[in-house]
């Protein structure tokens, strides 16, 4: 069960993203297990954000599983999507 | 909790939730005097589409099996195939095929008819009404879930869905699974990413391999193909709703499909072999495998949106459930279900799927959904023509 009001939702306790669940204005500030996560950008309904520094080469893990690899370093808080994140498929199969 | 539903017995044993009267075009160029059949016949639907001719190997087999599937769909009580005379895939053949089922079926060619289009549209109409009398007569009956095929689609999918109306659909699915029917999965694209959750669930070693081999064998044939098949899939719409990459789509795509043990892979259009959750193998255009998953035998689908979508299918209801707020506002006339509650946190992923599961009844029961009362009867059939679908087809 989702809890009540919120504005994100983290599907696994492993994933390092969290799903908006409203449209998230920039600087909006969450407390996230014990952390203060900073929003960076404006991040519309159903788009993602980091909940720690992510490395350029490091798995993007949502519902526990592995959704691609970051393409550049992304901060806490940054808004994760085609501009840093791409799928494995792409970047190891078919060597694009 | 309802462990029955009302519905019209078959010959064969299958059970419809619909009584319709078929009116089936071989070939392209009959369509309009079909749907103007269709509209003449009480209880009639039109099953139009663009091919019929010039076709060979898998794209050839895969129309006439969806042609014959959709006459024997247990949705359908009887069946008027109508042809133009110089096709492939003729009235005659595909008369001969669904009349195996024990439904009532007449076809005939328009080239056959003296009068034209005209006289073959009066003759469609009156051999279709004469079944529409004999259909009358079929009262339902009420059935146990063991008779229920559920295709679990979605359309217009956002990040919403996987979080949402997918979830809630697999609870669902696995209900229908417990009760000892079926249930589809269709859309194999949708799957890649996804390959070590699916083989875990597999039955047995056999299985596993075949949906190894079935993605494994796609991303190979992608290896040295002009094709940017990751430009597809996310979509656009897909990802403005927030979904990046395949990966993160075929997880929300699967979790419609429940926890239930996967009993193996079936080819497009065909009929699972045995009770359970079945994988169909279908490349991901969603009104393509609704055809699909109609051909197969499914009396309902329920279908999940996140961004909105319209489409139904002429034989058999679609469910539309959808989880995004604006969707479900903007679009209220499309949608069936509103499972907004869960994004907005009121609600449950369990308390919606009671919800859905209590539409699903009422739709089993003789409820119309949006998209039939909107007459929204879409047919789309997989063309298995370009490489690397070419691979794909039965071994």
Not at chain 1, 13 to 23: E, P, R, Y
Not at chain 1, 73 to 86: A, E, P, S, V
Not at chain 2, 59 to 79: E, H, K, M, R
Not at chain 2, 259 to 283: D, F, S, V
């Amino acid at each position: 069960m989702l809890n009540r009001r919120k504005n994100y939702i983290r599907m696994d306790l492993t994933d390092n993203c969290a799903t908006t669940l409203n449209d998230i204005q920039k600087h909006t500030k969450f407390e996230i297990n014990g952390n203060s996560v900073v929003i960076n950008q404006d991040i519309s309904l159903g788009h993602k954000f980091a909940l720690r520094d992510i490395h350029k080469g490091d798995l993007v893990k949502k519902y526990g599983q592995s959704i691609g690899i970051a393409i550049k370093d992304i901060k806490r808080g940054d808004w994760i999507h085609t501009h840093n994140l791409t799928s494995q498929y792409l970047k190891e199969v078919l060597k694009e | 909790m309802m462990e029955e539903f009302m519905g019209f017995e078959r010959q064969n044993g299958e059970v419809g939730i619909r009584n319709h009267i078929a009116i089936i075009s071989s070939v392209v160029c009959v369509n309009h005097i079909v749907q103007q059949i269709a509209d003449k016949v009480n209880g009639g639907v039109a099953i139009t589409h663009p091919l019929g001719c010039g076709q060979f190997g898998p794209d050839y087999s895969n129309t006439l099996n969806t042609l014959i599937g959709l006459g024997i769909n247990p949705n359908v009580f009887g069946a008027v195939v109508v042809g133009l005379g110089c096709e492939n895939i003729s009235s005659r053949l595909l008369a001969k095929n669904i009349k195996k089922s024990k439904k009532p079926v007449e076809f005939y060619d328009l080239q056959e008819v003296k009068g034209g289009s005209p006289a073959a549209i009066e003759k469609g109409v009156k051999l279709g009404n004469s079944f529409s009398e004999e259909a009358k007569e079929l009262k339902r009956e009420p059935f146990d879930f063991s008779h229920i095929v559920l295709g679990l689609e979605c359309g217009g999918s956002d990040s919403i869905s996987g979080i949402s109306a997918n979830p809630a659909l697999g609870v669902i699915s696995d209900r229908i699974v417990k009760y000892g029917g079926t249930s589809i999965l269709p859309e194999f694209t949708e799957w890649i990413g996804t390959e070590h959750l699916l083989i875990q669930r597999a039955i047995d070693k056999g299985v596993a391999e075949q949906i190894h081999e079935l993605l494994s064998g796609f991303l190979e044939n992608l290896k040295g193909l002009d094709i940017n098949f990751f430009g597809v899939q996310p979509t656009p719409g897909n990802m403005q709703g927030g979904l990046t990459t395949i990966e993160e789509k075929s997880l929300g795509t699967i979790a419609k499909a429940g926890k239930a043990p996967i009993q193996g892979l079936i080819q497009y259009t065909e009929k699972p072999k045995r009770k359970g959750l079945w994988l169909m193998i279908e490349p991901s255009l969603d009104v393509e495998s609704m055809t699909g998953l109609a051909a197969a035998g499914a009396n309902i689908i329920v279908m999940t949106t996140g961004r909105g979508s319209p489409c139904g299918n002429p034989v058999v209801p679609v469910v539309k459930s959808c989880g995004n707020p604006k969707t479900c506002d903007w679009m209220a006339e499309n949608i069936d279900v509103d499972m907004s509650p869960i994004i907005k946190g009121e609600k449950s992923v369990e308390e919606l799927a009671e919800v859905l599961w209590l539409k699903m009844n009422n739709v089993l029961n003789g409820e119309k959904t949006q998209a039939e009362k909107l007459g929204f009867n879409d047919i789309a059939i997989w063309r298995n023509t370009a490489a690397p679908f070419q691979y794909m087809h039965c071994k």
